[in-house]
């Protein structure tokens, strides 16, 4: 039974897409020192993100609920479904702050002070979407967090470098969630929720998630060349940009069928390429400076 329930959850909280913020948290500890981590970091790092990631859905679909009954596409989710208690959500949750907490006490000093940030990011977004149509950005910023938080982890210290590779990731976020958001047009106008598509009309939603993927690599372009990274690095760049081209050219105001495709395939992808490019400039340092 205990068995069954865990696999519920991580079905409901969609496990697998801790992919989206993980290659980046390595991508992060990576350019820190410009060499492969200790395994003890990246262990930790690992087991921070999953505890970060893991808090945040079980989360949100605590908060979205009711929310989640009404709408067609979310009904069938397992709080809504009763598959899943109140309070079985809630341990789970309390428990991925937990190990949150202590792979940050694991990390270094300052990872574990700035603790209440990390949390008070991940709770806050989920309650924007009731009252900002710029919950997309809060969500962008709370994964964000993964590059910044590794860099910290490992340095124990803020850089300009490492916040801009986490606004990077929140404007690269921000843009495919958007489009995920169109989707719900209908539901959250009637249902007073708040979204760019709802605010704006989808076709003058699809036009600023563009320009959120325009500034994404730009960022990314940034970071390359403040720290002086090499041919790998921008190449992964150049891989990212065909890829958010290629998500738009998927997706248009009329016909949203194959916004799942973009959502999910592209993205997971871009995640993985900018991360395995990174290390491949780290491993074989092709540098232009």
Same mark, same amino acid.
Not at 109 to 126: D, G
């Given at each position: 039974?205990?068995?069954?329930? =865990?696999?519920?959850?991580? #079905? ?13 948290? @390595? ?8 060499? =492969? ?7 930790? =790092? ?55 907490? @202590?792979?940050? @006490? ?36 709370? *994964? ?14 803020? #850089? ?18 958007? !489009? ?10 009637? #249902? ?15 036009? !600023?998630?563009? !320009? ?20 790998? @690095? ?35 992808? *871009? ?19």
């Amino acid at each position: 039974m205990a068995f069954k329930k =865990i696999k519920v959850f991580l #079905e409901m909280i969609k496990f697998e897409h801790t992919l989206f913020a993980l290659p980046f948290a @390595y991508v992060g500890a990576l350019l820190t020192e410009k060499r =492969i981590p200790a395994a003890h970091d990246l262990l930790w =790092i690992t087991l921070a993100m999953v505890g970060a990631r893991t808090a945040a859905m079980s989360l949100n679909r605590l908060i979205d609920r009711r929310i989640d009954a009404k709408n067609p596409r979310t009904a069938g989710r397992a709080l809504p479904r009763g598959l899943l208690s109140v309070r079985d959500v809630y341990v789970y949750t309390v428990s991925s702050f937990v190990l949150l907490l @202590y792979s940050a @006490y694991q990390l270094s000093p300052l990872a574990f002070r700035l603790f209440p940030v990390a949390v008070a990011a991940l709770v806050f977004y989920s309650y924007t979407k009731r009252f900002s149509w710029l919950c997309h950005l809060f969500l962008g910023a709370a *994964l964000g967090l993964a590059p910044l938080g590794s860099w910290i982890a490992i340095a124990g210290r803020f #850089e300009v470098a490492p916040v801009l590779l986490g606004l990077g990731v929140l404007f690269w976020v921000a843009g495919f969630d958007v !489009i995920y958001a169109c989707e719900d047009y209908d539901f959250d106008r009637r #249902e007073g929720i708040y979204s760019i598509p709802a605010r704006f009309g989808i076709k003058k939603a699809l036009v !600023i998630s563009a !320009i959120f993927h325009v500034a994404a690599p730009v960022l990314f372009l940034i970071v390359g060349l403040m720290l002086k990274l090499g041919a790998l @690095y921008f190449a992964g760049v150049t891989v990212a940009v065909g890829l958010l081209f290629y998500q738009h050219a998927l997706i248009r105001p009329e016909d949203l069928s194959r916004a799942g495709i973009a959502f999910f395939n592209l993205n997971g992808l *871009l995640s993985v390429f900018m991360f395995a490019f990174t290390f491949l400039d780290i491993v074989f340092p092709l540098r232009f400076f």
